[in-house]
């Protein structure tokens, strides 16, 4: 196995992360002798995109304390086990394996080659292409918690406020999964791959008020989920639209970042019943390796697809997360690390 990596790093992020980032070709890879028990060293094949990815190391203070720096960008992967450690039985050498760190930090997927805890992967199901699996990762954990599923039940009625991005078009699927009836919102552009995705009702945000939209249906939906978090009226006005007992969940992707947002989501989630507020939850990441493997089930089983924008190569991620950033990326932006080989 090589000695040296290529690997992207960023160390200051001053305005936008595609371009703080440097290619170093001369990294040292991981030695085998250091993984600790429940480490895999892993060769990356493909490698996804995330919002969290740039916002993160952006924010002065929380970026600041998450992240040594020089850091290493991407969260989510796709690859092969190339070492463990002596002790391990779980995994074998040549496997291949999908998952997603458990929150950013300096060491990130978009390197040759990368470590990560047993406790964050699966193995790749036979059958699932390596871009499918590498674009599960922290979108589709993320979405399959925001629809609380060991509560929800089937025949619930759900909206997804933004149905077409990373977060949402895993969202859809899962809810169908899980026997849901499922109301999204999209532009123009994306109504047709929301319904193809199996959303049985869609809000297209362009031509109609969508608050005004939901109001006008009454108190009928169980479980209300916003990936876009761009304004706090959806939840403001929840009442009219979720069921007594429902619940509102912000997801961490869509979530302002500063300190202000931080307080604005904490005073919402402790706001009491007898104001008139549903409940509220807030959603941020955690890629588990029993998420992943239920994920993979129904991807195996063909009631789940991941949905891919574009691919980048490895030398092109300043210009992925370009993309990503504009915000211009239908489903996930997938970047090619390594040989599938």
Partial sequence: MAEIMKTW???????????????????????????????????????????ADYKVPATPLIGRLLISRPATPG????????????????????????????MINQRGALSQYAVIP??????????????????????????????????????????????????GTWGIQFAKALGAEVVTTCSTANVELCKQLGADE?????????????????????????????????????????????????????????????FSNLSRQLRPAILGCRGFYFVQQKNDSEFFGRIGGWMAEGKARAVIDSTFSFEDVPKAYKKLREGRARGKIIVHVGNRQ
Avoid: W
């Fill in 118 to 167: 047993m406790a964050n992967v699966a193995p790749l199901p036979e059958g699932v292409d390596p871009d499918h699996a590498a674009a599960v990762g922290t979108a589709a954990t993320t979405a399959y918690q925001s629809l609380m599923p060991d509560t929800l039940q089937p025949g619930a009625k759900v909206f997804i406020n933004g149905g077409s991005g990373g977060t």
């Fill in 202 to 262: 869609v809000i297209n945000y362009k031509t109609h008020d969508v608050v005004a939209n939901l109001k006008a249906r009454g108190t009928v939906f169980d479980l209300v989920i916003d990936n876009v978090g761009s304004t706090t009226e959806l939840y403001d006005q929840s009442n009219y639209y979720l069921k007594a007992g429902g619940t509102f969940v912000l997801v961490g992707v869509g979530a302002d970042l500063s300190l202000s947002g931080i």
């Fill in 9 to 51: 790093q960023y160390s200051a992020v001053n305005g936008n992360l595609e371009d703080c980032l440097a290619l170093n070709k001369d990294a040292p890879v991981p030695n085998i002798s250091s993984l600790r028990q429940d480490e895999l060293l892993i060769e990356v094949i493909s490698a996804s995109l995330n919002p």
């Fill in 75 to 102: 969260m989510d992967f796709c690859g092969r086990v190339v070492g463990t450690h002596p002790s391990n039985i779980a995994y074998k050498d040549g496997q291949l394996v999908f998952g997603g760190y458990a």
